[in-house]
């Protein structure tokens, strides 16, 4: 008979250290806080008004510049929302580039920038050639390779010249522009000495405005 108790006794002891745990962790769980999971949404974190970024090259020289009205900031790309955009290419090899919008998005580090809305992009001309006006709704910017592209409908004025197309890429260490669709051209007499335009199979038409 007393084994019998000491068993139920024991057994007894069990459930209530089972019974105590169990409410010890409901009400720990209850009284600790826990952070909701992050929500992966397109949120600000950090603005700034008036902001100027400036890329130099391996002898400090500044090459870009990148200004604006405000910038803000987005965490879960990396990216940077900029109004009234203006980007200057001030590489000592080429004429100054000025490149503005009415907005623009920098993507990788800087490396590649969209400009939205009424983007123009405008080469000053040298003494060899004359300005060149490339413009478009939305043109993109690879900062590296000093390549601007554009898959809408785009125009480039050079002088009395004229270059429409879709679609279209223009390389500005080699003067180059490359239509990947429909184009029209149309080359002013004047400008045929600094105007070279050939044709490229199955991409469009380029030339060297």
Not at 8 to 18: R, S
Not at 38 to 56: C, F, G, Q, Y
Not at 108 to 113: A, V
Not at 125 to 135: I, K, Y
């Amino acid at each position: 008979m007393k084994e019998k108790f000491s068993i139920f006794f024991t057994f007894a002891i069990l459930i209530i250290l089972v019974m105590g745990t169990w409410w010890a962790a409901e009400y720990a769980e209850r009284a600790v806080e826990i952070d909701p999971p992050s929500k992966n949404t397109h949120e600000m974190d950090n603005w700034a008004v008036n902001p100027v970024i400036l890329r130099t090259n391996m002898l400090g020289q500044v090459i870009t510049r990148l200004e604006g009205d405000r910038m803000e900031h987005f965490p879960d790309d990396d990216s940077y929302d900029v109004d009234a955009p203006r980007a200057f290419s001030l590489r000592p090899e080429n004429p100054l580039t000025v490149g503005t919008a009415k907005a623009a998005t920098i993507y990788d580090e800087g490396d590649r920038i969209i400009m939205k809305g009424d983007a123009v992009l405008l080469r000053l001309g040298d003494v060899n050639h004359q300005p060149l006006n490339f413009r478009s709704d939305i043109i993109t910017i690879l900062v590296k390779e000093d390549i601007s592209y554009t898959d809408l409908p785009g125009i480039a004025i050079n002088g009395r010249s004229r270059l429409n197309g879709i679609g279209m890429l223009y390389n500005n260490a080699t003067r180059e522009i490359d239509v990947f669709k429909s184009s029209d051209m149309d080359i002013a007499p004047k400008d045929r000495k600094d105007s070279q335009v050939g044709a490229k199979p199955a991409a469009g038409k380029t030339g060297k405005p």
